[in-house]
C-alpha cells in the first residue's frame, strides 16, 4: 500500500507569490541589522565610560582583538550562520532567522541603552 501523491506544478500566482515572499523576507534583514549597530555602539559606549562587559565569550576574546573587533567577528559569525540557515529552510518558514537574529541582539541594545542612561548620564 502506498500513500503516495503527485505535486501539481505551481501556478503562475503561486510562483509569483513565492517570489514575493522571498523579496519581502531579503527586507526583514534589516532588522537584525539595526539591531547589530544598536547593540555594538552601545556596548562600546558603555564599557568606555565604566560599565562592564558579561558576556564570557566576548570577555575572553577582547584581550586579543579589543572590543570592537571582538563583538564585529561574533556577530558577523552569528550573521552567517543565520544567512546559510535562511538559504536551508523552505520559503514559509525564512522569516524566523532574521528576527530570531534581530531578537536578542536588539534586546541587548535596549538594555545596554537603558544601563547608560541610568548610569553614565545619571
Given amino acids: 500500500m502506498s500513500h503516495e501523491t503527485t505535486r501539481a506544478e505551481p501556478t503562475a500566482q503561486q510562483r509569483a507569490e513565492r517570489s514575493r515572499i522571498l523579496r519581502d523576507d531579503r ?16 556596548t562600546v559606549y558603555g564599557l568606555q565610560h ?18 570592537l573587533w571582538t563583538l564585529l567577528l561574533l556577530k558577523a559569525f552569528v550573521l552567517a550562520v543565520g544567512i546559510t540557515m535562511w538559504r536551508l529552510l523552505p520559503l514559509q518558514h525564512r522569516a524566523a532567522v532574521p528576527l530570531g537574529v534581530a531578537v ?17 548620564f545619571a
Fill in 27 to 42: 527586507r526583514l534583514w534589516v532588522v537584525p541589522l539595526v539591531a547589530l549597530v544598536l547593540d555594538v555602539l552601545t
Fill in 50 to 67: 565604566g560599565l562592564t562587559e558579561l558576556n564570557p565569550v566576548v570577555l575572553s576574546l577582547v584581550p586579543s582583538l579589543g572590543i
Fill in 104 to 120: 536578542p541582539w536588539g534586546i541587548a541594545g535596549l538594555l545596554n541603552a537603558q544601563l547608560i542612561l541610568s548610569t553614565v
